[in-house]
Nanobody, 125 residues
Framework: QVHLVESGGGLVQAGGSLRLSCAASGRTASSYAMGWFRQAPEKEREFVSAISWSGGSTYYADSVKGRFTISRDNAKTTVYLQMNNLKPEDTAVYSC??????????????????WGQGTQVTVSS
């Protein structure tokens, strides 16, 4: 069992930055690939970014490439999403997910074994 807790959301003006954190707890948490997803009102949840358990491989949605950076700490139990140059269309509830499979499965939006509760990000224009 892996428990995920997100933090770092909030309200920011367009062009600003936020850093989201996802803390994973559980005996095998460090061996899970993890990713970020977001869901805007009346829209489907979409993939944002993912990172392998080692941190050696990262993946991004085209809409955030060059603006967002995913990373994980040395203990491999906390994953960060640094979001720069935020746009109003980035407004959504951001959730982290963990998978025991390859991080590439998260890109397809499938294979998530555990979800966090989500954190709201609001970008004003």
């Amino acid at each position: 069992q892996v428990h995920l807790v997100e933090s770092g959301g909030g309200l920011v003006q367009a062009g600003g930055s936020l850093r989201l954190s996802c803390a994973a707890s559980g005996r095998t948490a460090s061996s899970y690939a993890m990713g970020w997803f977001r869901q805007a009102p009346e829209k489907e949840r979409e993939f944002v970014s993912a990172i392998s358990w080692s941190g050696g491989s990262t993946y991004y949605a085209d809409s955030v490439k060059g603006r967002f950076t995913i990373s994980r700490d040395n203990a491999k139990t906390t994953v960060y999403l640094q979001m720069n140059n935020l746009k109003p269309e980035d407004t959504a509830v951001y959730s982290c997910g963990a998978t025991s499979r390859n991080a590439r499965t998260l890109v397809a939006g499938s294979g998530v074994d555990y979800w966090g509760q989500g954190t709201q990000v609001t970008v004003s224009s």
